[in-house]
């Protein structure tokens, strides 16, 4: 049972544009969400996160937006830069318990 | 620096020969944690570790055991490895069980015949 889901398995996006990498969850009870990026060969890192009080998180070109009563959020990456080419997991979290990953989607950015 | 490290990377065995994979950091972190990768599945927990000698079960626990001896060191044993068991594995490890501070090993590509 995925609690959380990340239906693109695949982005491909110009280099200078936006990329919009998308979740859905569906425990109710998550209250605090997370990206990781990973490149090949490395374990994944902390990108940026969001508690479920706020909408909206920004850190330099990247920002999670958290549409609870859609149970969805999303990672705009603006501009997007080669090296922005990953694989992005969303993960989530019911007050202080484990994480629940997503199963990632692979973001390519072209010159 | 702060990193956490796993030995071996690559490893390819047999079925049923017993095999341990290796974690240690160095950020005097109390909880340690172990992941495996698979297609379309993402990361799973498969153990965790809240300090040494507390262990607990994650989602994907059968056939897998842990021990946590030391504080840095969080070791990942499979007494009989079988094919369903082939697959990408992370340690982890992080002053809490959420998020930020969650630092990830590079992996260990375990492939059983």
């Known amino acids: 049972d995925q609690q959380v889901k990340q239906n693109s398995p695949s982005l491909s996006v110009q280099e200078g544009r936006i990329s919009i990498l998308n979740c859905d969850y569906t425990?109710?009870?998550?209250?605090?969400f997370l990206w990781y990026k990973k490149y090949p060969a490395e374990g994944p890192t902390f990108l940026i996160s969001?508690?479920?009080?706020?909408d909206k998180n920004e850190d330099g070109r990247f920002t999670v937006f958290l549409n609870k009563s859609a149970k969805h959020l999303s990672l705009h990456i603006v501009p997007s830069q080669p090296g922005d080419s990953a694989v992005y997991f969303c993960?989530?979290?019911?007050?202080?318990?484990?994480?629940?990953f997503g199963a990632g989607t692979r973001l390519t950015v072209k010159p | 620096e702060a990193q956490v490290t796993q030995n071996p990377r690559y490893l390819i065995t047999v079925t049923g020969k017993k095999l341990t994979v290796t974690c240690s950091q160095n950020?005097?972190?109390?909880?340690m944690s172990w992941y495996r990768q698979d297609p379309g599945l993402g990361l799973r927990q498969i153990y965790y570790?809240?300090?040494?000698?507390?262990?607990d079960k994650g989602d994907v626990p059968e056939g897998y055991k842990v021990s946590r001896k030391e504080k840095r060191n969080f070791p990942l044993i499979l007494e009989s490895p079988s094919p369903n068991q082939t697959s990408l594995y992370f340690c982890?490890?992080?002053?809490?069980?959420?998020?930020?501070?969650?630092?990830f090993g590079p992996g260990t590509r375990l492939l059983v015949l």
């Open positions: 969001i508690s479920s009080i706020k």
């Open positions: 993960a989530a979290s019911a007050q202080g318990s484990d994480m629940r």
């Open positions: 425990n109710s009870m998550f209250d605090y």
């Open positions: 982890a490890s992080s002053w809490d069980r959420v998020g930020e501070t969650q630092y």
């Open positions: 950020m005097n972190h109390e909880y």
């Open positions: 570790s809240m300090n040494v000698e507390v262990t």
